[in-house]
């Protein structure tokens, strides 16, 4: 009809909540709420109060930087058996990224408080998935956290994401680096190592270049055979604090 002007609705982005979580509530626990491009952090510490700002944030999914299920053969994370990966923990050291087996030492604690909140926010209705900022941010080829929190700040604006400051905590950048694979998740855009029956790791689709090396010889960001330089091989590491994923830059 001439002269009718047709309003175009936009579709609003959904929210995602990002979670840096510690294994103990005594340590901080990064948050990132992240609606569209803009990202708030903070850091938040007792069960309780995450919660709590996951009911207020109202999300659409819910990135958990903790593992959420028990390798199989296991029925309690205290048990002891030979049962120490699961399927998306296989398919990280088949990739030479480094990280932690969840029967290791803290990491039972970070598992059973994972797998704890996971059951609390699918509660409200929220899907939950497993993520890990630290093998992300190495496939995006910026730096972790504890090697260059500047750096790591920098290539998450290069990102696009917006709106946290100078002073954000590195949890806060990792929940950023979580929330930003959730919006990946969402879109379609990211890669699942494993199942979601077994044990899943949401990671972004990209693949790290190879670049050269002074040598000429070909090689993976951070070092030889795809791991940060001076790190142990994959399926170990060094850890970044009790209770927490990743490894030490």
Known sequence: M?????KQVTKKAPIVVGLDLAG???????FCLLRGSDAETSDLFADDEILAAVRRAAPALVAIDAPLNLPPGRT????????H???????????????FPITLGPMRSLTERGIKLRGEIEAMGIRVIE????????????PRARRDRAGLRRGLLRLGLKGFGKEASDHELDAATGALV???????????????????????AARPAVRKTRAG???????SEGRPSGSPAAGRGTRRGP?????RR
Request: with cysteine; glycine share 14%; hydrophobic share 30%.
């Open 76 to 83: 309690s994370i205290h048990e002891r058996n030979d049962s």
């Open 85 to 99: 990966y699961r399927v998306c923990d296989l398919e990280l050291r088949r990739r030479r990224i480094p990280f």
């Open 131 to 142: 993520m890990y900022p630290g093998g992300a941010q190495d496939v995006w080829r910026i």
């Open 243 to 247: 209770g927490r994923r990743g490894t």
């Open 2 to 6: 001439r002269g009718v002007r047709v």
């Open 217 to 223: 010889t070909a090689s993976r960001p951070g070092g």
């Open 182 to 204: 959730g919006r990946d998740f969402l879109e379609g855009k990211a890669e699942v190592y494993g199942n979601f029956d077994e044990g899943a790791i949401v990671m972004p």
């Open 24 to 30: 103990s509530p005594k340590r901080p626990t990064g």
